[in-house]
């Protein structure tokens, strides 16, 4: 079936009912801050909100996550409600308080020193300690509190995001066993050598089996999860029905390919408002007359920033032609600077761009532009229609919703997509140039390949990319999610 918001909250309707349906987040959707206007509410740089918040904004229900803006606390309810988005209110938000010391240990100590590094091979080790793993199972054991008041004695769906709370299932269904659970791991999963240096591997996977069901983006991740179990726990794995059964409780283990609101993309990039910052951009002095590639990620050491420079710097040793008629602009927020290796990542990115532009600017050319800024979404759908190509480079990542973005902001079938085959994105966009991020020389290759492919053939690999993402989108992914919480009731 054609999936999309009416479709979804019919499916909604018939498979949930009135049961609450709960989405649980570590990141919250809506942030409110202060402002020279007074209150501001604002949506964070996150691509795991952005996709979910049409989602819930369909089915309505209640989003539980840690609310960690100034001014939160001054428009919420005495049950720490309020009702989101605030132009158009369709659900409610429940803010979870956490201090500043919580903050560190249960968010930047164990789940991202600790497990994104493990989750993510990129070379980086992963750090465990004793005193962020106590906190973050306190924290895991607040929002079960918070899911199971929600509840209020009701049956109930709790969906619940990512590496965050891998505890929270299990300490749920202690009190709650009639509540359905699903958690999708919006990362990728390691193989079992690498998940065996987590000190906590068997509390982490006995956890993550208290959900119904367990949703990664592709199949390789759930085999990787399935091979962890069998290396690490007593159970019963069945590959015909893809499930992990222990101690009498099955796990439904699926691969759900995240993806986007196309069309909701499609027709806001055709705005005349995205028009008019599109063309702002290709008005600027520094961009005017010349090829415009452009990178839009969180300054963070898995997204292959780094290597995409290196490509650049050698696509014009290789291909001189393109000196002073290309320019490189890569926009994105800074990413968890409390964490030290991400300080020294974005160090390291700041310099690689000033060494590229001391080696090859011109009197009136720079070849690289770095905009350490986070982009509302409008800006960013505006960027997706200025550039001639948008790299995608990451060394490891889950999805990746850049390249799904781009495709659906492209209605003019126009640009290419370049893009790391260590996405899961890779596996429906096949029609993007594929590159490996570490092999600079193919890199660079790629990139003087989609600097100068004829529009023809952009079309064509636009219009299949363009095809995939309407058919796959996020309400179909959420769909078939809540197809199956359906079949356990």
Known sequence: MAWDRIALQQAVAEKIGDRKFIVVSNREPYIHVYADEGLRCITPASGLTVALDPVIRACGGIWVAAGLGEADRDVVDSRDHVAV???DPSYVLRRIWLSKEEEDRFYYGYANEGLWPLSHI?????VFREA???VYQEVNARFAEAVLEELEGQSGFVFIQDYHFALLAQMIREKRPDAVTALF?????????????CPQATKILEGLLGNDILGFHIRYHCLNFMESVDRFLESRISAETSSVIRQGHETLIRDFPISIDFEAAERRALSPEIERKRSAILADHRLRNRLLAVGIDRME???????????VDRLFEKYPRFIGRFVFLQHGPLSRIHIRKYR???DEIYHRVMDINERWRTKDWQPVILEKSHLPFDDVLAHYRAANVVLVSSIHDGMNLVAKEFAAARADERGVLVLSQFTGAARELDRAVLVNPMDTERFADALCQALEMPEEEQAERMRRMREVVRENNIYRWAGRIVNEMRKLV
Do not use: C, M, Q, S
């Open 344 to 346: 020294d990542y974005n």
């Open 132 to 134: 962020d793993w106590k």
């Open 301 to 311: 050491y898995t997204k292959g920033i780094i290597e995409r420079l290196d490509a």
């Open 185 to 197: 791991w919006h990362i990728p999963w390691p193989n079992p050598e690498a998940f065996r240096v």
């Open 122 to 126: 990129v070379h980086v080790r992963p």
């Open 85 to 87: 988005p605030p132009e």
